[in-house]
């Protein structure tokens, strides 16, 4: 089954302490990349990655890291959170393309991660 | 530069009565527009894109949106609307000549028995 991972589902930490949340994705998509949701605010990019050792930033990358050393993993990295960010976060994949065939361009999406900074 | 605009924050219809959550956009190029849909506690689910061809595009569960390029819109439409299409809908738009979506900041859809 075609699917993105997150783990956790759910995450209550408090301020400093490093953390990452995993995503993982079986379709073989060369593009993933993360978004917080907030109240009132939508979905936001924090960062993407175009393939393997190729990452770049979103509109709100500050207070985040990633890596793409593997195709298939993308995790979101928080060297010292805070409350800030706690929100609710989203992996994407898909494929690279330009051509409008089927199946190509969609985002699939994680179940998501419910991160709460203390 | 692109962007999406979503002016509804909630849309509210009763059950059987046709709906329409609104989107418009921006973008240099020509445009790929998307349909996703957030039922609570879950991720998004692709509903329907345009990419090119017919305006008239028909995706998941009945829904479908017109492409409208001279009002750059890309509306959601249903004509029977049911009480478990209540969710968040968002709109998000590409250039084609990026890789890169921007979405809009959703539609909250409430279906009335």
């Known amino acids: 089954e075609a699917q993105v991972t997150q783990n956790p589902r759910y995450l209550i930490t408090v301020t400093g302490k490093k953390l990452t949340v995993t995503c993982s994705q079986n379709?073989?998509?060369?593009?993933m990349s993360w978004y917080r949701q907030d109240p009132g605010l939508g979905l936001r990019q924090i960062y993407y990655s175009m393939n393997v050792e190729v990452t770049d930033k979103g509109d709100v990358p500050e207070g985040y890291k990633v890596s793409r050393k593997e195709k298939r993993n993308f995790p979101l990295i928080l060297e010292s959170p805070s409350p800030n960010q706690t929100s609710l976060y989203f992996c994407?994949?898909?494929?690279?393309?330009?051509?409008?065939?089927?199946?190509?361009?969609?985002?699939?999406f994680g179940a998501g991660t419910r991160l709460s900074v203390l | 530069a692109q962007s999406v605009a979503q002016p509804e924050d909630q849309v509210n219809v009763a059950e059987g009565n046709p709906l329409t959550v609104k989107c418009t956009y921006s973008v240099s190029g020509n445009p790929y527009l998307f349909w996703y849909v957030q039922y609570p506690n879950r991720g998004l689910q692709f509903l329907l894109k345009?990419?090119?061809?017919?305006?008239l595009v028909k995706g998941s569960y009945g829904f479908e949106a017109e492409f409208n390029k001279s009002q750059t819109s890309f509306h959601l439409k249903k004509p029977s609307a049911l009480v478990s299409d209540s969710a968040l809908y968002f709109c998000?738009?590409?250039?084609?000549?990026?890789?890169?979506?921007?979405f809009g900041r959703g539609t909250s859809l409430i279906v009335h028995p």
């Open positions: 994407a994949s898909s494929t690279v393309s330009a051509q409008p065939g089927v199946g190509k361009n969609i985002q699939y």
């Open positions: 998000a738009v590409r250039d084609g000549g990026s890789y890169i979506p921007t």
């Open positions: 379709m073989n998509h060369e593009y």
């Open positions: 345009y990419i090119t061809g017919d305006n």
